[in-house]
């Protein structure tokens, strides 16, 4: 087993150790850090990132060829932790002798400890794991930070600010999951790339807080009514639906290429998405329909063909919807400025 000691006190110190003992390049822009491996240990990426009220997170994306232990130390404080895995699994214990718990897919842990007590984190060996761990932390000694977000969080979980060993795994949350590849989509670079990552994390970390909320009070919660064979090939269908929104879909032969009844997809695709599953079809084709008509030559009937849909009308009236202007004049405004470019 490899073991690797990380002080969270500073990104750069994690990503100091995690270079020394994974190997790999480390690069860096605007306080992101990026650490590519590809070795005979491991293989794959973790990024990292600092954002303000004390807040950053650090994203594994790995395959391991050997078990990793993974002690976590906190030396001056007890950040509060928000663990979401997107892949594989993993475990978590307060120190050696603590009982181990393992953190399934699409499933969120929220963890933090004593002064001096390590967080342990277990990674399989040969299982490509997914992992996003945001870090709240919980130093609010300035009369600055008395109503700061981490001062707010700290309150959330602790009465009287007492800290604690803590540690909660909420239910299976494939929204959080969803957010979390918009987080690893972003294509911009330097501060508009720093801004677009702090929103979206903020956002998920709300998520997580309402899905703790929501389980602590037992509310009615859409997840309880699939397994988690289910709910992977919800998703599954879910990016294959999106990369050919094109194709003739039907509940019919959805449900057979899924395996899940109609009553399962329509379930699973208003939990993830908000939206029936013949819906979640024609958001699809209308944000290809978008693509294509910045990107490409085809006149507008063209697109509609091209997308699956059989009524201009129809595919105008919704693309206004979402754009508020019709496909002529989207099209327009965009010749027009490219005109003038």
Do not use: W
Not at 123 to 132: A, I, P, V
Not at 140 to 165: G, I, P, Y
Not at 256 to 273: A, C, D, R, V, Y
Request: aromatic content about 10%; overall charge neutral.
């Amino acid at each position: 087993m490899k073991i690797v000691t990380l002080n969270t006190e500073k990104t750069q110190n994690i990503f100091d150790e995690l270079h020394t003992n994974f190997g790999g390049q480390v690069t860096f822009d605007l306080d992101e850090y990026t650490l590519e491996v590809e070795n005979s240990f491991a293989e794959g990426s973790i990024i990292g990132a600092s954002f303000n009220d004390a807040i950053s997170y650090v994203q594994f994306d790995m395959t391991f060829s050997t078990d990793v232990r993974l002690d976590i130390l906190n030396v001056k404080s007890s950040p509060i932790y928000f663990a979401y895995c997107s892949k594989g699994n993993f475990s978590h214990s307060f120190g050696l002798n603590g009982e181990e718990r393992k953190l399934k897919t699409f499933q969120t842990a929220i963890v933090t400890s004593k002064v001096n007590q390590d967080n342990i984190l277990f990674f399989e060996k040969g299982k490509k794991t997914k992992l996003t761990l945001i870090i709240v932390g919980t130093q609010t000694d300035a009369k600055a930070q008395l109503h700061s977000l981490n001062q707010k969080v700290r309150d959330t979980f602790f009465e009287n600010n007492l800290v604690q060993d803590f540690f909660y795994i909420g239910s299976y949350n494939l929204q959080i999951a969803e957010k979390i590849e918009q987080l690893n989509s972003i294509t911009q670079t330097g501060i508009v790339r720093n801004l677009l990552k702090e929103g979206i994390m903020r956002i998920i970390l709300a998520m997580e807080i309402q899905q703790h909320s929501d389980d602590l009070h037992a509310f009615a919660n859409e997840s309880n009514g699939l397994t988690l064979r289910e709910m992977e090939s919800i998703k599954d269908l879910s990016e294959f639906i999106k990369s050919t929104p094109e194709e003739a879909f039907s509940i019919k032969s959805l449900s057979k290429k899924s395996g899940l009844s109609p009553n399962k997809l329509q379930e699973g695709f208003k939990m993830i998405h908000n939206r029936t599953v013949n819906d979640y079809i024609t958001h699809m084709r209308v944000l290809k329909a978008e693509v294509l008509i910045r990107t490409s030559d085809l006149n507008i009937s063209e697109i509609v063909y091209c997308i699956g849909f059989t009524s201009r009308s129809y595919f105008s009236k919704i693309f206004k919807q979402k754009y508020n202007c019709s496909p002529k004049e989207y099209k327009f405004n965009l010749n027009s400025l490219a005109i003038t470019a």
